[in-house]
């Protein structure tokens, strides 16, 4: 029953993702990427194990916190570009409204 | 008379130079910066970055026009306004000047006489093919740095990576978008310049370093922190 709780929240992020490339593309193709793969491991858990041996890390739990860490990282740094984006727009309206006041007082 | 003091070129109509000076809490010499440049250029406009000390006031009271931040944005973010306020005013060359005092005003002449001697759209001053005084062994060995860095990541081969003394023609100002709000505005500006067809020329300028410019000025930690901004930037549009 978790799963479709679990599904959904992935597939959310995953289109969220994708809707922030024009802002940031390493955010809009690497997040959906790995919710799609958080999607494929909910339906079939036994490829987390396949996967962590392949790769040489043990657990599955294991390589699904890593892949949880990656996630956090890349979601902190997609909020650090658009800290960067509404920073553009205040810079924006800071210099417009400067311009125009020094404008109206240099007439 | 202004001619023979600035040594300009004949032809250079020093009605149409705009001088750009951000400041931000520069009260104690922002007046001394303006009256320096006052009998000679009659455009200088002052960008007062959201001070909260009278910088902006005396500059006015110095002859200066003054634009106002109504918030702290940078000395990046203060030049865009600068230059975008000396566009709107038909600058058709516009000059980049510090405001504390470490710029010398004669050598906005070496900038314009360089332009006109090579025709070129941005000359930046060298303080290596000039001169300095009083400029600490660790301030060289920095600037150094960001001089090789620059040659290695842009392909310019400057003498001198950030010297806030500029000249910009106006086709160069128009084309300029500065994103980098704080003191990485210098390297992108340089990044930008090496993927432009502008033509790009340095000049000998003199820098005066004081314990008041020295203060002001830029630290490895700083340094750092333009590295960080610049190298971020390039993750996202």
């Given at each position: 029953m978790i799963r479709i709780p679990l599904i959904l929240a992935l597939a959310f992020f995953a289109l969220y993702g994708w809707r922030q490339r024009r802002i940031s593309p390493a955010i809009g193709f690497a997040m959906p990427l790995i919710s799609l793969l958080g999607i494929a491991l909910v339906l079939w858990p036994s490829w987390a194990q396949r996967a962590a041996d392949l790769l040489g890390i043990g657990r599955g739990a294991d390589l699904i916190l890593y892949i949880w860490t990656v996630a956090s990282l890349l979601l902190l740094a997609n909020l650090h570009f658009r800290m960067r984006a509404q920073s553009a727009v205040i810079t924006t309206l800071t210099r417009e409204l400067a311009i125009i006041e020094a404008r109206q007082r240099n007439e | 008379m202004l001619h023979e003091r600035i040594e300009v070129p004949a032809c250079d109509d020093l009605d149409s130079v705009w001088v750009v000076v951000p400041g931000f809490n520069e009260s104690a010499m922002i007046a001394r910066t303006v009256r320096s440049l006052g009998p000679w250029l009659p455009n200088v406009v002052v960008v007062d970055d959201g001070s909260t000390d009278e910088t902006g006031r005396e500059a006015e009271r110095a002859g200066a026009k003054v634009v106002r931040h109504c918030v702290n944005l940078g000395q990046g973010a203060a030049l865009g306004t600068g230059i975008r306020y000396a566009l709107l005013n038909g600058a058709s060359t516009i000059v980049t000047f510090d405001a504390d005092g470490q710029h010398r005003p004669e050598d906005i002449g070496a900038l314009l006489?360089?332009?006109?001697?090579?025709?070129?759209?941005?000359v930046l001053g060298s303080r290596f093919l000039g001169g300095t005084v009083d400029m600490p062994a660790s301030r060289r060995w920095l600037l150094r740095a960001a001089t090789l860095y620059t040659r290695l990541t842009t392909g310019l081969k400057l003498t001198d990576a950030h010297n806030g003394l500029r000249l910009l023609s106006r086709r160069a100002a128009a084309q300029l978008r500065i994103r980098q709000n704080r003191m990485a505005h210098a390297s992108e500006l340089l990044d930008w310049l090496a993927s432009s067809d502008l033509k790009v020329v340095e000049a000998p300028v003199k820098i005066v370093y004081t314990d008041y410019t020295l203060a002001k000025g830029q630290n490895a930690l700083s340094s750092l922190s333009i590295l960080w901004d610049l190298w971020s930037s390039r993750l996202h549009r």
């Open positions: - | 006489r360089r332009r006109e001697e090579t025709g070129a759209d941005v």
